[in-house]
């Protein structure tokens, strides 16, 4: 069964840093694109960063210039590191991934708590 396991969540004060991890397991099939979404109270989900296997990445207009996804993938793990935080920020971040044998298949992790407070 896949898992995908967040980490790294966290309270910050605004202009710091916190860095994001998710791991994924549970398959051997490859892994495909990647990403970072986050929900902040009475919002909808929204896409933060995604990112395919050969390391493209793509962001939402808010986070650009802050926010740097990254992934391993020999360890299977896909990173976001996240600076210059603003109390905009504050959301549950979910991690997401999709493998190349079933690319129309979405995998969620269970969500990891961001705070910033000003």
């Known amino acids: 069964q896949v898992q995908l396991v967040e980490s790294g969540g966290g309270l910050v004060q605004a202009g710091g840093s916190l860095r994001l991890s998710c791991a994924a397991s549970g398959s051997a099939f490859r892994l495909g694109d990647m990403g970072w979404y986050r929900q902040a109270p009475g919002k909808q989900r929204e896409l933060v960063a995604t990112i395919t296997t050969g390391g493209s990445a793509n962001y939402a207009d808010s986070v650009k210039g802050r926010f740097t996804i990254s992934r391993d993938n020999a360890k299977r793990t896909v990173y976001l590191q996240m600076n210059s935080l603003k109390p905009e920020d504050t959301a549950v971040y979910y991690c997401?991934?999709?493998?190349?044998?079933?690319?129309?298949?979405?995998?969620w992790g269970q969500g990891t708590q961001v705070t910033v407070s000003s």
């Open positions: 997401n991934a999709r493998y190349t044998v079933s690319p129309r298949v979405s995998y």
